[in-house]
């Protein structure tokens, strides 16, 4: 049987009212929803008994003897999330029942794009989830906003960009109102400070600059499953604002999402190490989302998660089977240089971790997309810090093993933009190797030697060509900014989180992700315990990087990298 989508009928006529104007047709509709006696939670829950007796010979359907006791039932943890699953399964069915009659309808969900493209329908769905309507209760609203989440859901990507640009921009802030608050409260500034009217005029202003989508995002945070569902809007949105960067009243709604997520989450998420007899949902959910270095098979899954490996997540109770960020940790004797050593090793355990295990790497730290720009990575580095220092005391370095996704794209774009990259000591060099392409220059020909797959296959080139290469590399990490932050977006995370540059790695990710993103180079970002609220402050402030003086190489390339700023 297809899944049903409830809308009320009222909807589909059409209305110019103001979005915060009460319905008078909703007002209906509720009428007739209170002809009948409100569907309580309990007559769910007796329906769940009587499914459930089996054979002790004693169903009764009265409302007193119906409630469930969870706490003499001997069920473990996961069979009473699925009892509660199914309670609230039950629940929601038994409302859309009662919702079978005068003034409502229904469609299907498969045949929903022959509404998707009604705009004004769409409008009067958000309205009826949005707008304040006195006496209506909690279970209308609750009802409407669900079924705009099921329809929202059934759309295919334009319909979601008219939907979501509808919210942003019929449901945003009222300019007209913001301004009429604004200019009330500066009277009563002047004519009466410190009166009771003022507070009364600042509680207007305040009201005023609420966006109106903030509602919507509220009542469907209170659904089942209503927080995950943002999240996946966001990430929709954040897709489609990629594509319409332009776009104020979709920037405008991201930035509101934003802010309600971090409300929600930071602070109140827990810190859960994960492991092979982890929940099969947890696992298949991190093999899902990982965005860094894909999981192969179920035998890398486990060696991930397995002895000297580990992986933390941070969750929250909302959300128990829904990883929002995690990273993967691998435990070894030396700061490792080449992440295939790490996804490769056979057998990770260590015989006598107390004695072997020296650093602790960070090589991969992935957040779901629905929650990008929300400083819960910062949180997770923090805490997984702490619990890996109670566990092994002896652990002297904390560090990353990190890609550098944006370094080839910024090297086409500074070739495109014809900006010099070589050092005049450098010309001689790139001219030999590119001694077939006499009838270019040198900078064109260092553009074709960094396409020409066999550049990275030779070893008598690779070998001239590294040393450019990491000079370069350095440049880009420490003085390429956007304003005065790190202009890698993996580089900024670091560093704002209080990291330092430590060490530029030649051929540390040989995949064929890591050779296109970035020829192959990798970096660690050191964390170091008694620098990291420096260290973030400095950077933050003035965008400072702190570099670690422990590596000659990088210590070389900034010099170059100081000197190629200069030249330019």
Known sequence: MSRRLLVLSQLTKPTHQHWSTPLPSLCNSARLFSRRPVLQIRRTMASFNDNNSGDSGNNNNNDSNSTINFTNSAVGSGTLQALKANVVDRYWNDIAEHFREPGFSTFVK?????????????R??????????????????????KSSCDFFTSLDKAGKTEFLRLLARDFGVLQEDVVKAAKQYTNCVSVEPESRALLRAEQLLRHSIVPGHNKFFDRVSRLPGGLKFLIDMRQDLMTILHENRSDFYLAALSESLKEKLQSWFVGFLDLERLTWQSP??????????????????????????????????????????????????????????NVQDILDDPSPGHANPAETIKCAIFYSITTQVGLSGI?????????????????????????TLSPIPGFRKWINQCQKLGQKLLLPKEEPVVAQLGRHNTALDTEAQFNALLKDPITFLDSERMGKIQPILTRLCARYILLEKRRHLALDPVANFHLRNGACAHRLNWLGDTSDKGMEESFGLMINYLYSLDHIEMNNQQYLQDGTISVSSRDPGFESSLVYAKTDKWCN
Do not use: C, W
């Not at 000297?308 to 993967?328: D, H, Y």
């Not at 400083?375 to 560090?399: A, C, D, H, M, Y």
């Open 110 to 122: 498969e045949n929903s794009s022959l509404v998707t493209r009604d705009r004004e329908f769409m």
């Open 124 to 145: 009067k769905l958000l309205l009826a989830v949005i707008a304040d309507r006195p006496g209506q209760g909690d279970i209308l609203p609750s009802v409407i906003a």
């Open 280 to 337: 099969a949902v947890l696992l298949e959910k991190i093999t899902q989302y990982e965005a860094v270095h894909k999981f192969k098979d179920s035998h890398d899954l486990k060696r991930r998660v397995g002895p000297g490996r580990r992986v933390f997540a941070l969750m929250n109770k909302s959300l128990p089977t829904e990883p929002l960020v995690f990273v993967q940790v691998a435990l070894v004797e030396q700061l490792s240089s």
């Open 375 to 399: 400083e819960l990575g910062n949180f997770l580095i923090k805490r997984v810090v702490r619990s890996l220092k109670l566990e092994f005391p002896q652990i002297e370095t904390f560090s």
